[in-house]
């Protein structure tokens, strides 16, 4: 009798269980961007241990399902693959969307190089993370220099302030890792608080083509990235540690990684540098040593549908002037540029003494994204930016330890960022951003302040258009609105401000008085109209055309607007003007690209006509209870600018390059028919590298640098009379010095040390004959030459 119970009890199970396993699951593969079918999808059901394919219309069925849990991985060419599960109770019908632009996921292979322009049609390069290494131990204005027609304005060696196309400081935007950086950019003096190591790519465009960072770019935009995350499970990073010869200087910088797959990602990264007193050919160069640490730390999650990224970064900088650049007066200028040798020349030394700059700069970003199918993708971001700039002077008694200068520069922004990417053929992006910042400038250092108090307040709105035309044209466009109200309390000498014939133009602004000074209150509201269009052509495989047209919008700055003082660091008084307009770019510019296995050929060249150009230049001496000083004024003019930039890369063999970077630039001030002060002269690089992939992957470079005289600039040279003798003395401050040539050696090899771990060491060699010469863009070639030779020892540990 019990079998028959048993047999009974067995079909009803079987029955059950064939009731439950008859479901059908009907699912539909769609592209997130645009909601496109996906055909010949790979759908692995991992339950059954069986695949399907979707059709045409991105369908696919799978029949015969037990009530439960249904796992689907599903991979197509092109998309991220994603796993997703499923509670089956009942037949069921399902869209699913797959990312099919695997470009935007961030997902490569740490070994894998990624080069990814900001831009489609503006003349853009980018600096790739095997050149940037080289630079450990340098600035981000050294590195950039690694680009055609970029050059930098420097205050010694160590001060390296970056130039595009003949323009700087506030006219280059540069962006850190999506943050605008505000650091008291107007000063020439004034070096990026940026530490090099934080970078893997740097993008350099030149003039305003990428509005969505800001319409005042006259010059250009630099834009730092650093290294994209890695969705997998893993840990990395790497150890450079390095020295040189010239100053004695050492550097090092760590970077760990920490991804997982599920896209949570965690970095952190410090660095170090420090280096002596630096050593021209035929002396040492007293008081030009570098005490330089840094950290930076992210922390997010990254997945193709959201994501956030918490950053932060931290610069300490103290900077060494040129003792020898210390003068007392107009009288020491003429001398140390008649005498060809610096009067201060003292043995080696890390001491850091005045004249000298401390500076820290605090930056700290919270961005969050959130994409939405057939829409596109939203960006929120906070960030904050604290920066404190002292410069000392040579003083005595008690006020040895004060500096001259005290600033603290404190940043708010906000920025809301929406970018239209489902129809692949037209992207639309469109943002607004507020910005808040605040300066005090410290009145106890004893020292008439040169920037005053000010609150600023900017708006922004833009929006830009790409369009592919077809599979040879892409056109873009795009448009931006800037407000700006910049909110000062500035003190002014009763005679300075009567001599500037402010009392009759600004007679409101006055909100106190002194018996020799005015407390005024200038507002000051700007309304700037910046845009962009452009196109890019492909002629065919090897030939690639691009045209563009910016405009760009620039309010003058605070230095610009209210210097009235001696700036102690600069030895030299300098002169705004309050009645300065904005600059207005209208800037044009064509390349040719030609690119084969063997040869890549590029050709820029521009012209931009900058209305109401604001400059600084040499006027005259004005006398100071200290003497006389050279009294430098900015002054306003229509200006005109237009150059070359050129470079070749030719493979000869398997193992040999060549290589040729050359740009000739012209500025002429419209105003006065004479040449721009501080324009780059005609240089060119010639570099020849051999390598072999089977040494270790050894290669070895001779880079010849030929920099010419600059024959246009204007004659800004002035008289000022010896009281002692009553004779006129000439001050030449304005003739550049001689052409130089100089040679430079770099080789480097990797050695395998494990699976995952690699060494590579680099040996470099710069000035490699000990050649004396100055540069007409260094504001201290009137004390001394520039670096002799300096050999350079890198070790990075990749791991």
């Not at 008859?22 to 699912?27: E, S």
């Not at 540069?174 to 107007?186: K, P, S, T, Y």
């Not at 992210?298 to 060494?320: A, M």
């Amino acid at each position: 009798m019990k079998y028959y119970v048993l047999i009974v009890l067995l079909v009803f199970m079987c029955f059950g269980f064939a009731q439950k396993c008859d479901d059908v699951f009907l699912g539909e593969l769609r592209d997130f961007h645009d909601n496109t079918p996906l055909n010949g999808a790979t759908v692995f059901i991992k339950n059954l241990n069986k695949y399907v394919a979707s059709d045409e219309r991105g369908k696919f069925k799978i029949e015969n399902l037990c009530k439960g849990e249904l796992i689907l991985v599903i991979s197509h060419i092109g998309c991220e693959t994603k796993r997703i599960t499923f509670n089956i109770d009942g037949d069921m019908f399902q869209n699913i969307a797959l990312e099919h632009h695997i470009e935007e996921l961030n997902e490569v292979s740490i070994a894998a190089t990624v080069e990814r322009k900001e831009t489609k049609t503006s003349q853009e390069t980018i600096i790739k993370s095997e050149t940037l290494k080289r630079y450990g131990n340098l600035s981000v204005g050294d590195a950039l220099k690694e680009v055609p027609g970029v050059s930098s304005i420097n205050t010694g060696s160590t001060i390296v302030k970056p130039m595009i196309n003949g323009l700087h400081s506030s006219r280059v935007l540069i962006m850190n890792n999506g943050v605008r950086l505000q650091d008291q950019e107007w000063g020439i003096e004034h070096a990026p608080n940026i530490d090099v190591n934080i970078a893997n790519q740097i993008s350099v465009i030149k003039g305003s083509g990428a509005l969505a960072y800001g319409g005042d770019a006259v010059g250009g935009v630099v834009v730092i990235n650093p290294k994209r995350i890695i969705r997998l499970d893993t840990i990395y990073g790497r150890t450079l540690i390095g020295g040189q010869t010239n100053g004695r200087g050492y550097n090092i910088t760590s970077t760990l990684n920490k991804n997982f797959s599920s896209g949570w990602f965690a970095k952190i990264q410090g660095s170090s540098k420090r280096n002596g007193d630096l050593k021209a050919p035929n002396y040492t160069l007293t008081n030009t040593g570098l005490d330089s640490k840094g950290v930076s730390a992210r922390l997010g999650k990254l997945n193709f549908e959201s994501g956030f990224e918490i950053y932060y970064s931290f610069l300490d900088n103290e900077i060494g002037i040129l003792g020898a650049s210390h003068i007392g007066s107009v009288f020491d200028l003429e001398r140390a540029i008649n005498s060809g040798q610096p009067f201060l020349v003292e043995d080696f030394s890390y001491e850091i003494n005045a004249p000298k700059q401390e500076i820290t700069h605090h930056l700290a970003k919270l961005n969050y994204y959130k994409r939405y199918k057939n829409f596109g993708r939203l960006k929120l971001q906070y960030d904050y930016q604290h920066n404190q700039r002292l410069e000392f002077d040579v003083r005595i008694g008690d006020r040895r330890e004060i500096p001259a200068i005290d600033l603290t520069l404190q940043t708010h922004s906000i920025l809301a960022d929406v970018n239209l990417d489902s129809n692949l053929n037209r992207k639309i992006n469109f943002g607004v951003i507020g910005r808040f910042q605040d300066n005090f400038a410290n009145p106890d250092t004893g020292v008439r302040r040169l920037i005053p108090d000010y609150n600023k307040y900017d708006f922004g709105i833009y929006t830009t258009v790409e369009y592919v035309v077809n599979n040879r044209l892409i056109a873009d466009a795009g448009l931006r609105y800037d407000f700006n109200r910049i909110d000062a309390k500035k003190f002014y000498r009763k005679s300075r401000w009567d001599e500037r014939g402010y009392d009759e133009d600004f007679s409101d602004i006055i909100i106190d008085e002194t018996p020799t000074q005015y407390l005024t209150n200038p507002v000051f509201d700007y309304h700037n109209i910046s845009a962009s269009a452009g196109i890019n052509y492909s002629i065919n495989e090897s030939q690639q055309m691009l045209l563009n047209y910016s405009l760009a919008s620039r309010p003058p700055n605070v230095a610009e607007l209210f210097s009235d003082g001696l700036h102690h660091s600069a030895a030299r008084f300098e002169l705004g003007d309050i009645r300065f307009d904005q600059e207005i770019s209208n800037r044009i510019s064509a390349s040719y690209i030609y690119s084969t296995s063997k040869l890549n050929l590029s050709t820029e060249i521009f012209y931009n006509n900058i209305r109401d150009f604001i400059y600084l230049r040499p006027f005259d001496f004005i006398s100071t209870a200290r003497g006389p000083f050279p009294l430098w004024e900015y002054q306003q003019t229509d200006a005109e600018l237009f150059g070359i930039d050129f470079t070749i890369n030719y493979n000869m063999t398997d193992n040999w390059q060549f290589v040729n970077k050359t740009a000739y630039l012209k500025g002429n001030d419209l105003g006065t028919d004479m040449a721009i002060i501080d324009i780059p002269p005609f240089n060119t690089t010639n570099q020849i590298t051999f390598n072999n992939e089977s040494w270790n992957n050894f290669s070895a470079s001779l880079k010849s640098e030929w920099v010419f005289k600059q024959k246009d600039f204007p004659d800004f040279n002035f008289e000022v009379e010896d009281e002692l003798n009553e004779e006129m003395i000439l001050v030449d401050i304005s003739s550049p010095p001689p052409a130089y040539h100089l040679l430079h050696f770099y080789s480097e090899a990797t050695f395998i040390l494990s699976e995952k771990t690699n060494l590579n060491i680099s040996l470099g060699v710069n000035n490699l004959l000990n050649t004396a010469y100055r540069n007409y863009l260094n504001r201290l070639r009137f004390y001394a030459d520039e670096l002799g030779r300096n050999i350079t020892l890198q070790l990075q540990l990749n791991y």
